[in-house]
């Protein structure tokens, strides 16, 4: 469903009660896409703010699917315009709204930026949004910012993977089943956002096996199916082995 003309953002449903909201950008060449996804539960969480100019976008798409001021949880991996810019204006937005980090986000920047003190977590920590649970992964520089982790939805199974497989271009599927590591590398090789830090292998292990169902990536499609097995094919690409 389209939700701005002008703009062309759009929501879907890309899992159960799972709301995909993305705004196409023309910030590179060919085009780019800004994603963020809206959890309804009783605790409604948004993953990823979007820009603080896309702003107003982010707040009607919200709206189209449930009141912004529900809002319980404003989550986001890593501190970075695209993942937490209008953090301030949602908490203004949602009386009840409290940032959720992770505690390296909170202790180096959020405490700080954010106008109402985040719930930090420690990786691995859990919190209930009603039917669904949400876990904290830890996963510094990957790809980038020592700050950087995901969160795992357990009941669906659906990971909140943040710039992991992020693909080139503003138009995409909702969600698909075809193949997004193959742009998402072509993406890398033109400007590789990558840190590559040598924790990189073992903390693509620990996400893939969460054996996610749904990758909820921030840029282009969400991409249903065996999770487990893609995540590990992103690793050989990005991280061999050295044997
Ligand atoms: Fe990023
Ligand atoms: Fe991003």
């Given amino acids: 469903m389209i939700t701005n003309s002008q703009s ?47 702003f107003p976008l982010v707040r009607e798409a919200i709206a189209s699917v449930m009141p912004v001021e529900r809002l319980r949880y404003v989550a986001f991996s890593h501190v970075e315009a695209d993942e937490c810019g209008s953090l301030n204006e949602l908490l203004a937005a949602s009386p009840q709204a409290e940032p959720l980090c992770g505690s390296v986000a909170a202790m180096v920047s959020v405490n700080d930026l954010a106008d109402r003190a985040p719930k930090a977590l420690a990786d691995g920590e859990s919190v209930s949004l009603g039917k669904a649970r949400v876990r904290w992964l830890d996963a510094p520089h990957l790809p980038h910012g020592w700050e950087c982790g995901y969160l795992f939805e357990e009941t669906d199974r659906t990971l909140f993977c943040g710039d992991l497989f992020t693909q080139p271009g503003a138009q995409h599927a909702p969600v698909t089943t075809g193949d997004i590591l193959g742009p998402s590398e072509s993406m890398r090789a033109a400007m590789d956002y990558y840190a590559h830090g040598t924790a990189s292998r073992p903390l693509f292990q620990k996400l893939a096996a969460t054996q996610p169902k749904t990758l909820a990536c921030m840029h282009g499609s969400a991409w249903s199916g065996d999770g487990e097995r893609l995540i590990g094919e992103l690793a050989d ?4 082995s050295a044997s």
């Fill in 8 to 54: 062309g953002t759009r929501v879907d449903e890309v899992a159960p009660s799972v709301y995909r909201i993305s705004t196409p950008v023309t910030i590179l060449p060919g085009g780019f896409s800004f994603n963020q996804y809206l959890l309804v539960d009783e605790a409604p969480l948004l993953f990823h703010t979007g820009p603080r100019r896309m």
């Fill in 237 to 240: 690409a990005v991280a061999p």
